[in-house]
Nanobody, 116 residues
Framework: QVQLVESGGGLVQPGGSLRLSCAAS????????MSWYRQAPGKERELVAVIVSASGSTNYGDSVKGRFTISRDNTKNTVYLQMNSLKPEDTAVYYC?????????WGQGTQVTVSS
């Protein structure tokens, strides 16, 4: 059974940091491109960051470049999102996604709220 379980969300003040984790099981994690998306109320889901397994290359949405860092540990089947210098506009539900060719899996999401 495929599972992607996000954790690490919560309430943080502007300027603060959070580290999200996404634990994967039920598929060959190292063969999949892993990514983080987010969706704020009333807005479309948007790509935050993506990491390729073989090369470790990464790419980021323009709004998070320089503040967020995606990483993965193939020995733990886990992908991470380190979020620094958080802003109120980063408030959203954050989802991880696993993709390989035409197959995709989504997690259930974790809420991140940035507010004073």
């Amino acid at each position: 059974q495929v599972q992607l379980v996000e954790s690490g969300g919560g309430l943080v003040q502007p300027g603060g940091s959070l580290r999200l984790s996404c634990a994967a099981s039920g598929f060959s994690f190292s063969n999949y491109v892993m990514s983080w998306y987010r969706q704020a109320p009333g807005k479309e889901r948007e790509l935050v960051a993506v990491i390729v397994s073989a090369s470790g290359s990464t790419n980021y949405g323009d709004s998070v470049k320089g503040r967020f860092t995606i990483s993965r540990d193939n020995t733990k089947n886990t992908v991470y999102l380190q979020m620094n210098s958080l802003k109120p506009e980063d408030t959203a539900v954050y989802y991880c996604k696993a993709t390989r060719i035409k197959v995709s899996y989504w997690g259930q999401g974790t809420q991140v709220t940035v507010s004073s």
